[in-house]
């Protein structure tokens, strides 16, 4: 008699892992798709002496692809311009797969890419891989997340990085 209710834990415990194991593919119907976030900086620089227009204050944005097997990929872009004729811009992205689980889900990189330019400090001018340690980090930030309405009664989701908070309104691309 112990031989067979040992056996129907070990059984228990294969079937829970079987089932973690599927939930971790795949992802809810609602998420899978593109999806996308920006704002523009409305600060403008002008020259003073002759009124020539030299740039905008910055901006940023992110994009997901979420993938019904489970995959992802995010891009995120940040441009700023501290002062008229400086701009720093970094772009990176980072692919891998999606975890998804109570309205919260983290990235889970295999790959990542860095790219950065700053038109006065030349040493945040670069291209390069994600390290181990950045791919890491990736995991360790949650974002939560849950779908909503916008003004206009469109389908959106929002995206709250380290799972805080109301988080951004996310569209769809069509």
Known sequence: ????????????????????????????SQMVGEWRWGNINPTTFYDKSNGAYLGHGGGMSCYFIFRKDGSYKKYFYV???????WTTKVFSESEGKLIVSNGVFTLKAAKGRFISQDNRVSKYNF?????????????????????????????VMMIAPGAKGEGSQFQQVK
């Open 1 to 28: 008699m112990k031989t067979r209710t040992g056996l129907t834990y070990i059984a228990l415990a294969a079937l829970s892992v079987v089932a973690v194991a599927k939930t971790a593919d795949t992802i809810p």
């Open 79 to 85: 441009e700023q311009s501290p002062t008229a004729g």
């Open 127 to 155: 291209d390069r891989s994600m390290t181990e340690d950045e791919l890491k980090k990736e995991a360790a930030s949650p974002y939560g997340w849950k779908m909503s309405q916008d003004s206009k009664g469109r389908t």
